[in-house]
């Protein structure tokens, strides 16, 4: 009876062996991506501050040196702050929530 109960618990500890290293595997693999979303974020942020800066510099010199109307720069303006904003702007729709973890 002694050796069925120990072959049993042996083979109950090793049957759940391949999991233990497969949840070890999948948490590395985890950090790994959220490291490069945390990377690839922190660059999107980088170049959207870059397009809305370069976006009211474009409509800046036109009304100040070409001497275009509101209305004619308006549509550079709203491009550049959509382009921008366009990740604030998904969170609004999506929210935290999909970023809480693995």
């Known amino acids: 009876m002694k050796v069925l109960a120990i072959g049993f618990v042996a ?3 090793l049957s759940a062996s391949p999991d ?8 590395e693999a985890c950090e790994n991506v ?4 945390t990377t690839l974020l922190t660059l999107l ?4 501050v870059g397009v ?3 976006a009211i510099i474009f409509a800046g010199y ?11 720069i308006a549509p550079v ?3 550049g702050l959509l382009i921008g904003g366009a990740a604030e702007i998904a969170k609004w729709f ?6 809480a973890g693995c």
């Open 94 to 99: 999506v929210g935290n929530t999909a970023a």
């Open 45 to 48: 942020r980088v170049i959207s």
């Open 11 to 13: 083979f109950a500890l």
């Open 20 to 27: 233990l290293l497969a949840e070890s595997t999948f948490t």
């Open 62 to 72: 036109q009304i100040a040196f070409a001497h275009k109307r509101f209305t004619d």
């Open 77 to 79: 303006l709203i491009g």
């Open 34 to 37: 959220n490291t490069f979303v």
């Open 52 to 54: 809305v800066t370069i």
